[in-house]
T-cell receptor, first 114, second 114 residues
Framework: DQQVKQNSPSLSVQEGRISILNCDYTNSMFDYFLWYKKYPAEGPTFLISISSIKDKNEDGRFTVFLNKSAKHLSLHIVPSQPGDSAVYFC?????????????FGTGTRLQVFP | DSGVTQTPKHLITATGQRVTLRCSPR?????VYWYQQSLDQGLQFLIQYYNGEERAKGNILERFSAQQFPDLHSELNLSSLELGDSALYFC?????????????FGPGTRLTVL
């Protein structure tokens, strides 16, 4: 049972444009959400997070939006740069049950072309 | 560099064997997490330790076990290996405690079972 879903395995975007990566979740116990970026042969790197009490969080070119009623979050990257090409994982944590383990989606491979 | 180290980087072994993966968390982090990433899959949570005690368990097979030592490094033991155990194994660490902190991932150990 995939509790965190990233339905687009890949996305291709032109440099300078907006990249929008989507993520859906099914478990209402999740109350903290994160995005990680992963380059080949490296471990995932934390990008940005959002608590369930917010609906938006910004950090530079990265913005995460949370729609709790739809159980949906998205990551916007503006403007996209070639160095953003990587696999992006959405993750969720059920903090309220005293564990901060992460439940990951299957990832979206983003390619930013010139 | 996340500050989390994992050894070895690569491991090739045969079915039925036993291996030990090692993780050293970031300085000061009390929580250690183990994740498994199989081909084209997201990261699957295996187990979490906090300050030497098991905190949470995921879909970890009975053939797998882990521990966290007094110096906070952790080991993941995989026994009676099967072909399907071939995967990337990531360790992550965080300060732990009552509020959420993002997890920092090591570079991973790639296990190949032949």
């Amino acid at each position: 049972d995939q509790q965190v879903k990233q339905n687009s395995p890949s996305l291709s975007v032109q440099e300078g444009r907006i990249s929008i990566l989507n993520c859906d979740y099914t478990n209402s116990m999740f109350d903290y959400f994160l995005w990680y970026k992963k380059y080949p042969a490296e471990g995932p790197t934390f990008l940005i997070s959002i608590s369930s009490i917010k609906d938006k969080n910004e950090d530079g070119r990265f913005t995460v939006f949370l729609n709790k009623s739809a159980k949906h979050l998205s990551l916007h990257i503006v403007p996209s740069q070639p160095g953003d090409s990587a696999v992006y994982f959405c993750a969720a944590s059920p903090l309220r049950i005293n564990t901060d383990k992460l439940i990951f989606g299957t990832g979206t491979r983003l390619q930013v072309f010139p | 560099d996340s500050g989390v180290t994992q050894t070895p980087k690569h491991l090739i072994t045969a079915t039925g064997q036993r291996v030990t993966l090692r993780c050293s968390p970031r300085s000061g982090d009390l929580s250690v997490y183990w994740y498994q990433q199989s081909l084209d899959q997201g990261l699957q949570f295996l187990i979490q330790y906090y300050n030497g005690e098991e905190r949470a368990k995921g879909n970890i097979l009975e053939r797998f076990s882990a521990q966290q030592f007094p110096d906070l490094h952790s080991e993941l033991n995989l026994s009676s290996l099967e072909l399907g155990d071939s995967a990337l194994y990531f360790c992550a660490s965080s300060p732990g405690g009552s509020s959420y902190n993002e997890q920092f991932f090591g570079p991973g150990t790639r296990l190949t079972v032949l």
